[in-house]
């Protein structure tokens, strides 16, 4: 089945889909098609984000529905309210020339009681996320004693996502002769315990496993310090001009600050998490869609339903735990048959997380350098040219006399010109900046290369004999950057003690564990091979001083100062 007019699909859905643009089926339609059409088995599907799961399902079910009967035939569960709602306006695209066919979307966010109404124009088909199709079995708004299929869409998000119960209590309430079909990206326990359970002898396809990555996308890693961070995006953005984007980060908290970061130097960025109400999430989403805002900051589950074909980069802020989730994100480039560009900041120490992705995925991932100033005004002045050359459309008309005399210029000489106006701005801004120091880690350890490793143990001995000697300064040997309201603390604890990051978090945490419910804010953490040192708002230095005298790490006594 090369085409889609070579399958057994009625004229109706054949002509809707070909207004669609439509011509060729992607391998899970190939498929999961012919499959749905002919066979009265429970299906598997794993493939991944973008590969055309929804057609895959709803085109031949959408061939066999009775369009006389009034009763619910088709129910398709997903975990967010925009992928519910693309799902739906997919399904009503397809059934255009249906007209007796009706397909209605249930969510949270929304009202139910508008909800319930639009369900007494009693459609065939329901799309919705658990939690509200939970609530509205519960007010007897939905029967599904009656429907003929189940379609489980991201089942893995919606298991992580907490929804097993609502998925074990919704399946309870369909007829065991339904037939099922679980989508899946990934295949973990619980989809695979959810399967077992609820699926009979299901036929098994598997598509865009995570060993065959898209071909089409290149892959970059670049090593970072916490602290050069937010420098390194900036510099990563400049130097990739007229991007159409998508910064992966791993908490909400750190989503809303590297938007805000972004936002506050100029660029057309906004930030996607669950902290936003859903009027504000429908907002960000339709700017980025409009290209209203050309860099989209976002949690995982946050991007799930953004469904857009033009991205240029996905930019990894954050390394997610996943090596799947991973391949997620780099996925949502390079598609509609174009290329695509993976970019990932790396810290020093992440080089564990690093190997696993490129072991797990056997994905090429390229360790770059962060471009210098000079190469940024360079792909700056080569942006301004591609975007002269492609975007040529009159949008006003003017008066040529309105064009001063220009021969007393070159061509060259007026193009400078017009360059140093156009990136005046940019150019001042890196004109005394220092590059970003290159950090590398051992492909044989990690930790740093042999080099950085030796510096710090150099460093080390010299704390060890006068902890105040370096305390003031970066790794770079630079003056730190003093916060007033976070004082930094020597900690006698390190590397050889077995001390974690989250170690630390958990030590402060319960060290400034007052009657206040108000938590201490932590800033930076660096654990060194015998202390470590940390950073802790001011107000709770007194607490931390007082009570951690009195803990233990691992049987051991636990000692801070002030570093002053």
């Known amino acids: 089945m090369n085409l889609f007019t070579e399958t057994n699909l009625s004229p109706d859905i054949l002509k809707a889909i070909g207004e669609m643009g439509y011509e060729s089926p992607t391998e899970i ?35 066999m529905i009775d369009d006389t009967s009034r009763k619910i035939q088709l129910l398709v569960l997903c975990p967010t309210r925009e992928l519910c709602l693309q799902i739906a306006k997919d399904i009503k695209n397809y059934s255009k020339y249906m007209q007796n066919i009706k397909t209605t979307a249930v969510y949270g966010g929304s009202s139910i009681t508008e909800q319930m109404r639009s369900l007494k124009d009693k459609p065939q088909i329901i799309v919705g996320t658990p939690g509200r199709v939970i609530d509205l079995i519960n007010r007897k708004a939905l029967d599904f004693s009656a429907i003929h299929w189940l379609v489980l869409d991201e089942a893995d998000e919606m298991l992580s996502m907490g929804f097993k119960d609502e998925l074990e209590t919704i399946l309870s309430e369909t007829p065991e002769t339904k037939q099922t079909f679980l989508f899946s990206a990934t295949m973990n326990k619980e ?11 299901p036929h098994r396809i598997s598509v865009g496993s995570i060993n065959e990555v898209k071909k089409n996308i290149t892959h970059e890693y670049y090593v970072v310090g916490y602290r050069q961070k937010k420098e390194a995006l900036k510099r990563l953005i400049d130097a990739n001009p007229n991007q159409y984007s998508i910064i992966f980060c791993r908490t909400r908290m750190e989503t809303q600050e590297v938007a805000d970061f972004l936002m506050q130097n100029g660029y057309a960025a906004d930030a996607l998490h669950g902290d936003l109400s859903q009027a504000q999430r429908d907002t960000v989403m339709k700017k980025f869609r409009l290209k209203n805002i050309d ?48 970019m990932a900041l790396i810290k020093p120490e992440e080089s564990r997380k690093l190997k696993q992705i490129k072991f ?86 990690d930790d740093f290369s042999r080099r950085d490793r030796s510096r710090d143990r150099d460093r080390g001995r010299d704390r060890d004999h006068d902890r105040g000697g370096d305390r003031g300064r970066d790794r770079g040997g630079k003056p730190r950057r003093k916060n007033e309201n976070m004082v930094r603390f020597f900690f006698n604890l390190g590397k050889k003690d077995q001390l974690k990051k989250l170690d630390v978090l958990d030590i402060i945490n319960k060290a400034t564990a007052g009657k206040s419910k108000k938590r201490a804010e932590i800033g930076d953490i660096e654990i060194l091979e015998k202390f470590s040192f940390f950073e802790v708002e001011k107000s709770f230095k007194g607490d931390l001083l007082s009570n951690i005298q009195s803990m233990k790490f691992r049987g051991k006594d636990m000692r801070a100062e002030e570093a002053n």
């Open 360 to 445: 797990s995925t056997k994905i090429d991932i390229n360790e770059k350098v962060i471009p210098t100033g000079n190469e940024i005004i360079k792909a700056q002045v080569e942006g301004v040219f591609e975007k002269l050359f492609t975007e040529h459309e009159d949008l006003f008309e003017f008066d040529d006399k309105l064009i001063p005399d220009l021969s007393n210029f070159t061509k060259e000489e007026l193009v400078h010109q017009l360059l140093q106006f156009q990136l005046k701005d940019l150019a001042l801004y890196y004109k005394d900046k220092h590059d970003l120091v290159e950090q590398k880690f051992s492909s044989r350890d």
């Open 191 to 201: 989809v695979e315990r959810i399967s077992k359970n609820y699926l009979t002898k």
């Open 295 to 342: 860099i989209l900051v976002a949690t995982d589950v946050a991007a799930r339903g953004l469904d857009v074909n033009s991205l240029t980069h996905v930019i990894h802020y954050s390394l997610p735990d996943d090596p799947e989730v991973f391949v997620h994100r780099s996925g949502r480039t390079g598609r509609a048959g174009k290329d695509g560009i993976s």
């Open 29 to 63: 339609q190939k498929q999961t098609i012919p499959f749905i059409l002919s066979d009265i088995r429970d299906l598997i599907a794993l493939a991944q984000t973008g590969t055309g799961k929804t057609a895959a399902f709803s085109l031949p079910i959408l061939d």
